[in-house]
């Protein structure tokens, strides 16, 4: 039986003007990636400073320079419809890769904060 | 097989009222131009030398006020003499057209905006959580657009209008992407 699930992976940026990549698995029995959706602990750094390029199982869906602020929902929209959809994307070898650009930005000062990738997934129950 | 992919090109501004021309460059198999949707970057408010007068305390020019049209009377209210409400005008960036070697004319002109000055209209609950763009915006999706792409350039023209109204060298970015279809 399938079931929707939601993976959060964080990467901490501690640095202005640097780029940080970091690449996660899923597991295995992951076998739709429907939804993709940016939130920060700090989310106007996220939404004036972030570029990020989003790759799962080697194919990139969001090249570099993607501005987080197009891939962000605020609280007036529908929890279900917070993300953006992928159209269900076979994980493949389930590696999720991104790689994260903080740029400066007149609006902002920077502090350290950190950059959740959530997905929206649909996978193999195990019972 | 129609694989949808994106085409992100950079227009730097540095001076008041520039125009930019520009091009995107496709890749070869691209069969579609299907969405175009735009973001921008501050990189400095002013460089330039050009002084601003101060803004005199009376003026309005930026918002319109609206006042209730029922009689304090009826509902019972004391009058305040503050404005009820205050509609802000939106920050014009500058506009953006895009055209396809296609086609004849235009095919997308925007005028790019900067945040919703109005997003907090009907909250009442401003207390502890301001409205801002990046807890309350909406999703962004992508303005629907159907073109062919055989040529595969797209020319451009950008104007800025940011720096201009402020009569300011104002350094910013405007990023353009470009949605497209990609025969496999």
Known sequence: ?127 | MMKEGVIIKTISIKRQGERKHFQIRLPKDTKFIIGVEYGGRLISRMEGTVEVPAPKAKAKTDAMVIEATHSTADSGAVRDDKPKALFKRNQLVGELKLQSCEEANWFYAADVFGNDANLNWGDFSQAGFPVNDFTHGNKRTEEIVKVDAESTIINGWYLDALGKSQKLDINYEIKVYVWINVEE
């Open chain 1, 1 to 127: 039986m399938l079931k929707a699930t939601k993976k959060r992976f964080d990467i901490k940026i501690l640095v202005a003007n640097s780029t940080v990549s970091e690449t996660f698995e899923l597991e295995k029995n992951i076998v739709k990636v429907h939804g993709v959706l940016v939130t920060s602990d700090k989310d106007d750094l996220l939404y004036y400073r972030g570029t990020q390029k989003i790759e799962i199982n080697k194919e990139e869906f969001f090249p570099d320079n993607y501005e987080s602020k197009l891939l962000m929902s605020g609280i007036n929209v529908a929890p279900k419809q917070r993300y953006y959809d992928l159209g269900g994307v076979a994980p493949g070898n389930g590696r999720v890769q991104i790689s994260y650009k903080d740029l400066d930005d007149g609006r902002t000062v920077f502090t350290p904060y950190r950059v959740s990738l959530y997905l929206d997934c649909e996978m193999e129950d195990e019972l």
